[in-house]
């Protein structure tokens, strides 16, 4: 049987953290902030200042700031990912709705018409589970949804435009995995990206924009789908063990090198550049942990930022 979690006041919370080695400067602001953010989620910024993943001590010298300012820069780091996720996400949906309707009509009975998608026998059950995940979307926000609202009173149905506003990525990544070869096909065209690729990145995206939504730790999150190797891969020249790339396969620099292939120019450069900022600040606050390990952990080679000039 499970053991209960005790709840533990502020005191309790710093003498565990103290226990555990880590300088305490002030007591009242250390109070303030664990009551502020919780103790719970900036005890999860832990385990890179542990001597080691046996010894659950901290390195001698380490201090709250500097796990607060681990802390404050997976939070800047998620919203700039978040971001720009959500302009992936936008565009992603935009051209869906375009292939989709033009190709199948504007009419929901239309356009979710089981015949539209793959003829593969095995993904049967997942096309009708997803037409069905969107059906309910019009369901269950043809009133509350101001868009979904006029399209269904003042015509009758809603075109596939205005649904994608309602569908979560999750949603967006299935469909994609479930459309006809000529269809998806023209998608990844856009994007200059083959189908195989895009369908994996779909997926990836969709899981980093859950987590930067729920405010989930992002900095050293493992994807559980690797992306296939790709030549921004080789042109960094990034280290390999037992034949594997060691960052950007299932790690946040891992979609730094999707957003490469998804964002404009423009759009690449300034998140980069954000990015490259937060990493400044958090090297400026935090003395215990070289920057070149907690880079390591993040999946960023030395020379990450090399990327964005490359073509």
């Avoid at 385990?47 to 380490?62: A, C, L, R």
């Avoid at 009708?128 to 399209?151: C, E, F, P, W």
């Avoid at 405010?215 to 034949?243: A, F, G």
Wanted: aromatic fraction near 12%.
């Amino acid at each position: 049987m499970a053991m209960k979690k005790e709840f533990k006041t502020l005191d309790q919370q710093i003498e565990i953290l103290k226990d555990k080695g880590l300088i305490i400067n002030n007591i009242e602001k250390t109070k303030d902030v664990l009551l502020r953010e919780n103790y719970f989620f900036i005890n999860g910024y832990r385990y890179i200042f542990y001597i080691s993943p046996k010894e659950k001590k901290f390195i001698k010298g380490t201090t709250f700031e500097e796990l607060y300012a681990l802390f404050l820069f997976d939070r800047c780091l998620r919203n700039i990912m978040f971001k720009n996720l959500l302009i992936v996400e936008n565009n992603v949906k935009s051209i869906f709705s375009h292939q989709l309707s033009k190709r199948y009509g504007v009419k929901e009975k239309e356009y979710l018409n089981p015949k539209n998608f793959t003829s593969d026998y095995k993904k049967h059950r997942q096309v009708s589970d997803v037409i069905n995940k969107m059906k309910r979307q019009i369901r269950v926000n043809g009133k509350q949804h101001s868009a979904t609202l006029h399209y269904v009173t003042n015509y009758g149905y809603v075109p596939l435009w205005i649904l994608v506003k309602v569908l979560s990525f999750g949603i967006i990544s299935e469909l994609f995995s479930i459309l006809r070869p000529e269809d998806r096909n023209e998608i990844a065209i856009y994007y200059n990206i083959d189908e195989e690729n895009l369908e994996i990145y779909l997926s990836v995206l969709s899981n980093y924009r859950n987590l930067c939504a729920h405010e989930d730790i992002v900095y050293d999150h493992q994807t559980q789908r690797n992306i296939l190797d790709n030549k921004y891969h080789r042109m960094l020249n990034i280290p390999m063990m037992d034949n594997e790339y060691i960052y950007g396969k299932k790690d946040l620099f891992s979609v730094i090198l999707i957003l490469k292939y998804m964002l404009t120019d423009q759009e690449f450069r300034l998140m980069c550049y954000e990015i490259d900022y937060e990493i400044s600040i958090l090297d400026g606050k935090v003395d215990t942990v070289s920057l070149e390990k907690i880079m390591d952990r993040i999946g960023f080679p030395k020379n990450w930022k090399d990327v964005v000039e490359m073509k």
